[in-house]
């Protein structure tokens, strides 16, 4: 049997009812898998760093859609649509406020539907949640994927509702669109820590299974 390797963020916070049973369901794969001669490796940070360190490595994303709408439109269009229409403007401020909720929702849906796709027991394998001491919702998936699969989960949010959203802003000349757009990428700023995390990891043994951390912003690596 493997021995486990457990290099998990402490607790500061008391689990929610799903997150007991999802750590219930966690212990239990990975038994299974130590079983099988896996090793743990666990790949979490908390979501202040994830938050903060991985808002630094969205900034030249940010950067260069900002860039790009400049070099293509001209200018932002802000203070034009102040001075011309007041309540134009308003009302696309209501629009960036709405879209923080909706685009939320979505964020958390599309990791869901590409990982349910690869799930073990399909779309009843992933869970969403918010854990309301961090103002964070979260999408997890209960069984194993394998890294390609998790990859590609975990960036498509910020890919589609952030850097899509923001290319499309820039030929449509949208400075609202833009700015969901920016908001979005630095959104994906934990997914995509975490994906960097896991892309510098290397693995010793040829076979790698990943699974969510049940608690914790990350993931456990097996492997053999």
Not at 142 to 170: E, H, Q, R
Request: neutral net charge; charged residues 20%.
């Amino acid at each position: 049997m493997g021995k486990a390797k457990d290099n998990t963020v402490k607790q500061e916070r008391k689990l929610t009812e799903a997150e007991i049973k999802r750590s219930e369901n966690f212990k239990v794969k990975e038994a299974a898998l130590l079983e099988k001669g896996y090793t743990r490796h666990d790949l979490t940070i908390s979501i202040e760093k994830a938050n903060t360190v991985g808002a630094l490595l969205t900034l030249p994303l940010v950067g260069a859609l900002v860039l790009a709408y400049y070099l293509y439109n001209g200018e932002f269009g802000i203070m034009n649509a102040l001075h011309d229409n007041l309540v134009l403007y308003f009302i696309g401020l209501a629009v960036i406020m709405v879209s923080f909720v909706v685009c939320a929702i979505l964020h958390e849906g599309i990791h869901g539907l590409i990982w349910g796709a690869g799930a073990e027991n399909g779309y009843k394998d992933i869970e969403f949640g918010f854990i309301k001491e961090k103002i964070t919702p979260y999408c997890a998936c209960l069984s194993p994927l394998k890294k390609p699969l998790y990859i590609f989960g975990a960036l498509m949010p910020m890919t589609i509702l952030g850097i899509v959203v923001g290319v499309l802003s820039i030929f449509l000349g949208n400075v609202v669109m833009l700015i969901i757009g920016a908001f979005q990428t630095m959104g994906g700023a934990g997914d995509l820590l975490v994906t960097c995390m896991l892309l510098k990891y290397k693995t010793k043994g040829k076979d790698a299974i990943l699974m969510d951390h049940p608690t914790d912003c990350g993931l456990v690596v097996f492997e053999k």
